[in-house]
């Protein structure tokens, strides 16, 4: 009764706010992209300095409710931010924008990373490499949980599939009788 009771005055209570509904607006609209008029979808519509906010639609709307005098800042990856200050001196309770975004595009330099000093060093040893079979695999302990005395066994798969049998029986089978030079002509070659 006392937890009904306790709900009820909870359920009915009426917070006061330190703004008065006169000074609130709604402020609705569309993110778009400056150049080519695309609308951006899940951007990121925040009051500035606080952590009350919205994403934009897939369409790129958005809706959101702030003070007059408020500063809302939308966001978006690949996107210049922008601020948009609300005047104080707005006599309307809502309004609409169409909220133009620039790409933001920064250029990298190029990076190229060679593992091997040549790539015929780099076939070789990526065809001398020992390769475990898959039952010998082992589970690495990992930090804070405890090792399983009786884990499941892993069971066969009740369905069988052609394709898996094909490449398992005939192909696998087939590549590993290949001596090592004839598997290095297999592999596709770097242009």
């Known amino acids: 009764m006392r937890c009904l ?3 009820l005055l909870l359920s009915c ?3 006061v706010s330190g703004q008065s509904s006169e000074s609130l607006i709604a402020v609705s609209g569309v993110v778009y992209e400056e150049r080519t008029v695309r609308t951006i979808p899940y951007a ?6 606080t952590a009350e906010g919205t994403i934009s639609a897939a369409n790129g709307f958005f809706s959101i409710v702030a003070a007059k005098g408020d500063t809302l800042r939308l966001s978006s990856v690949g996107y210049q931010p922008v601020l948009l200050p609300i005047p104080d001196t707005l006599q309307v ?3 609409t924008l169409m909220v133009p975004m620039q790409i933001d595009t920064i250029m990298l ?3 190229v990373v060679y593992p091997w000093p040549s790539r015929e060093q780099f076939r070789e040893a990526f065809l001398a490499l020992e390769t475990r079979d898959i039952n010998e695999l082992q589970m690495m302990p990992i930090p804070g949980i405890r090792k399983i005395e009786n884990p499941v066994p892993i069971q066969p798969h009740p369905f069988w599939n052609p394709a898996s049998f094909f490449y398992e029986e005939l192909f696998l089978k087939t590549l590993d009788r290949l001596p090592k030079k004839n598997k290095a002509k297999t592999l596709p070659k770097w242009e």
């Open 93 to 95: 309770s809502r309004i």
């Open 44 to 49: 990121t519509v925040q009051i500035a300095g």
């Open 13 to 15: 209570s009426v917070v």
């Open 109 to 111: 330099e190029e990076a």
């Open 5 to 7: 009771l306790l709900f």
